[in-house]
């Protein structure tokens, strides 16, 4: 596991969807020595939760669309806007 590892903060939720897919299937191999296995599941843990995360966040995004009463767009209000 010497290669370079990029920062789970700067991922996009797609880049980090891959690393935490590589993760698990590196795992799943068996062919990994335990040090690196508990390396690579730390890394997942926090894949995941940088994932989880991303969703929260585009969820309340969406949640914040205003309709009107007929069901239209009204306007958005910009996630980060309180």
């Not at 993760?23 to 690196?36: A, F, T, W």
Request: charged share 35%.
């Amino acid at each position: 596991m010497s290669e370079k590892i990029p920062q789970i903060g700067e991922m996009s939720f797609e880049d980090a969807l891959g690393a935490l897919e590589d993760v698990v299937r590196r795992l799943e191999s068996g062919d990994v020595p335990l040090d690196d296995s508990i390396q690579l599941y730390e890394r997942g843990e926090a894949l995941r939760k940088h994932c989880q995360a991303r969703l929260d966040a585009a969820q309340e995004r969406i949640e914040k669309i205003v309709k009107d009463e007929g069901g239209a767009v009204k306007s958005a209000v910009p996630f980060d806007a309180d």
